[in-house]
């Protein structure tokens, strides 16, 4: 099962909501694809939430 963009979205909305800012980042800088507009508005949400 190869994992897509939503996977990686829920990932790092749930690193981002449990206060792992930094993981979530480096989540999405180690990504072999553009993030997608949802998976960064996740990771902004989280900024603004913590």
């Given at each position: ?13 749930l690193l981002g909501r449990t206060s792992h800012l930094h993981e979530a ?26």
């Open positions: 099962m190869q994992l897509g963009v939503e996977h990686y979205s829920c990932l790092d909305n980042f480096a989540l999405v800088k180690s990504l072999q694809f553009k993030p997608s507009t949802s998976l960064l508005e996740s990771l902004l949400g989280a900024c603004c939430i913590h």
